[in-house]
């Protein structure tokens, strides 16, 4: 799967301590290092992101490195990665 960043997003907040810790409250797993393929840095934070090539227009929340985070066009994710919901209605609200 590919995912773009969505751009403009670094002010946002929501009720968890940070948004890598709303993607480990809303996903199955665990991330300790970034999920761009063959990326195995560990400065993670959680990257609002949409997926490429798809109708789905939603806002999800991934597991990216700093570097990532800031790559512009699309990234290709590990296989069996979660995307959490970044619409709180349907999380942390
Ligand atoms: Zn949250
Ligand atoms: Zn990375």
Redesign the pocket.
């Known amino acids: 799967m590919k995912v773009r960043n969505v751009p403009g997003t670094s002010n946002r907040s929501c009720k968890c301590v940070s948004w890598i810790d709303h993607w480990h409250k809303f996903s199955p797993g665990a991330a300790t ?4 393929k063959g ?3 560990s400065d ?1 934070v959680g990257a609002h992101v949409k997926k490429c090539n798809s109708p789905d227009n939603s806002e999800y929340i991934v597991p ?6 800031k790559q512009e066009g699309c990234i290709e994710i590990n296989d069996f990665v979660s995307l959490a919901p970044a619409n709180q209605n349907f999380t942390c609200r």
């Open positions: 290092i970034c999920k761009a990326c195995l840095r993670i990216f490195c700093k570097f990532h985070n």
